[in-house]
């Protein structure tokens, strides 16, 4: 694939934090912490492949955690030394990140950090890896039988809720059936970068992880397990919120992080 460009969004002076969005969304989910903290860092917030308005994803081959690195990379080298903040998938990355420029990476906030891979190496029967797996199949299963609708509409509710699909306004749903086919071809062949134990040990930073009390058993369980292997790391459970609490209930979670900078 020739060199492209990915959509962002930046504002403010001061330390860099990077702001890394979860899947079937876009950078657009961190405007509220864009608004608090400008006035006292340089905010970047990215679209990743074939989310909001950056470029699809157009190799026959699985996008990997990697390639929305490649992608990252020309605007991560302007902007070392930064703070990163990641939601689910955008956890996920944000972690892949700090493992390869430990250097340049001052703290890592994580909202239940898509880390699939893990959890199915360190807990391969358990329950929250089952669940997450099956998860991923019926996704694949349902878009390669054209139904873009029906999987969407899972995919969406079981990380915001049942019911929560037939709530949306009709005009939201395009977008996030295009976010779901993205989603699927970052899935197709695995659940994710098959992060170590051992790797994960390895960083050193200031970390803070949040997880909400009425989270998915997939996404508690990947919090668990960091909590097991980063002794050192900041926890704080936010009662009453899901997976999705970045953008449900960003006033609780955006205090949460502008706390932890503001420590660190």
Known sequence: MSRLDPFFREVGVGPNVVCLHSSAASSAQWRALIDELRETHRVLAADLYGEGKSPPWSS??????????????????????????????????????????????????????????????????????????GVRQSLIEQLSVGNDAGAAQAFIDYWAGAGTWACLPSDRMPALILGAKATAKKWRESLGWPFTAEEIQELDCPVLLLTGSNSTLAARSAVTHLRALLPHAEVVQLPGLGHLGPMTHPTVVNAEIVGFLGRV
């Open 60 to 133: 026959e081959r699985e996008c990997t955690i990697d390639d929305e690195l490649e992608l990252l990379d020309p605007l991560l080298d302007e902007r070392t030394p930064f703070a990163l903040v990641g939601h689910s998938y955008g956890g996920a990355i944000a972690v892949r990140i700090a493992l390869k420029r430990r250097q340049s990476v001052t703290a890592l906030i994580l909202y239940e950090p898509a880390l699939w891979g893990l959890i199915a190496a360190v807990d391969p029967d358990g329950a929250g890896t089952r669940e997450i797996r």
